[in-house]
Nanobody
């Protein structure tokens, strides 16, 4: 069982930055592929970024060059640095941990990009 707790969301102006952090419980964090998803109002949840246990990363096209995912296995955390934020980045951001058929989700943190 893995428990995930997100933090770092909030209100930011367009062009600003936020850093989301997900803290995970469990002693095999390093084996999981970690990811950030987001769900905007009225839309389906979508993958934003993933990072494997080998630190290979993948991003959805709309955030490439603006967002960076990273992980610290010693601290059991995964972060999402979000720069040059746009109003369309407004969403609830969820942390995800996947290992084989096992998938775990956090409760989400709200990011609002607005002037």
């Amino acid at each position: 069982q893995v428990q995930l707790v997100e933090s770092g969301g909030g209100l930011v102006q367009p062009g600003g930055s936020l850093r989301l952090t997900c803290a995970a419980s469990g002693h095999i964090f390093s084996m999981y592929t970690m990811a950030w998803y987001r769900q905007a109002p009225g839309k389906q949840r979508e993958m934003v970024a993933t990072i494997t246990n080998a630190h290979n990363t993948n991003y959805t096209d709309s955030v490439k060059g603006r967002f960076t995912i990273s992980r610290d296995n010693a601290k059991s955390t995964v972060s999402l640095q979000m720069n040059s934020l746009k109003p369309e980045d407004t969403a609830v951001y969820y942390c995800n941990a996947t290992l084989g058929r096992m998938r775990y989700w956090g409760k989400g943190t709200l990011v609002t990009v607005s002037s």
